[in-house]
């Protein structure tokens, strides 16, 4: 066994240390959302679902609980409002996406490397300043600010990631396979259906996914281009905080860390998917 270096042994405490710090803030938040504690919520003291029962409204054993969230139905509103945007964004956005990644990829025309160049800005700008350009582009344009201008909002940045995602899947698609369809007969429209798509539909699901998730845990530009009736998720956690940290805040959170688990290993599975090429 070949003996490591210094230098080796020094990368790796600074793996552990780095993984350390980047982790330990999310382990202490699913650690103490079960913490029987309702004042102080770094004192253990002792375990407890009480506070997973008080987010859904349930009652608790916890004589001297104090739940802070003013109203299940309010809670449940966010929930519903963040999956209306964030579905509806993927759909979209996954439209868009494999349709400019198509494109870009098969054809050449003026600008095409200006256009690429474009797809990159959404995801490079800050989220304050995209926040508050699409705040002054909505008030500007006459739009109410709702469910529907935080859909249009999340596309733009969503298409995106999508663009990337399917992109990387064309780059490792072998091309004489179109032509070898348009030899047998096939039109454009018959060989992307049963050609191109399913090759890239991997990368097509791994990018809706890896949309819809994105879309979920997005605070800073929803909180400048929602209105008073389609609070989401976030910024409804978002204004809990604003009133002090409580248990219940630590249990949702972790929710939504169970959830954001199994939905980006499951995008990066179909992103990294074999599929066999003829």
Known sequence: ????????????????????????PVILIVI?????????????????????????????????????????????NAL????????????????????????????????HSFYRLLLFVPMVMPDIVLGIALLIF??????????????????????????IVVSARLAGMNPLTESASADLGANEWQTFRRVTLPLILPGVIGGALLSFIISMDDLVITYFISGVDSTTLPVFILGMIRRGIKPEINAIATLMLLFSVVIASAGIYFKSKNTSTP
């Open 32 to 76: 103490y959302s079960f913490n029987s504690n309702p004042i102080n919520i770094m004192i253990w003291d002792g375990f407890t679902l009480d506070w997973y029962r008080s987010v859904f409204g349930l009652e608790t054993s916890l004589a001297d609980s104090s739940s802070y969230i003013d109203s299940t139905d309010q809670l449940l």
């Open 138 to 163: 909505f008030v500007g344009a006459g739009f109410t600010l709702g469910n529907s201008t935080i859909i249009i909002g999340h596309c733009t940045f969503l298409t995106s990631y999508v663009f």
């Open 1 to 24: 066994m070949k003996k490591q270096t210094p230098l080796g042994r020094l990368l790796s405490i600074y793996s552990v240390l780095f993984f350390i710090f980047l982790y330990a």
């Open 80 to 111: 519903l409002n963040s999956l209306i945007v964030a579905g509806s964004a993927t759909i979209i956005a996954t439209f868009l996406g494999t349709s400019t990644a198509v494109a870009l990829a098969r054809y050449r025309f003026k600008l």
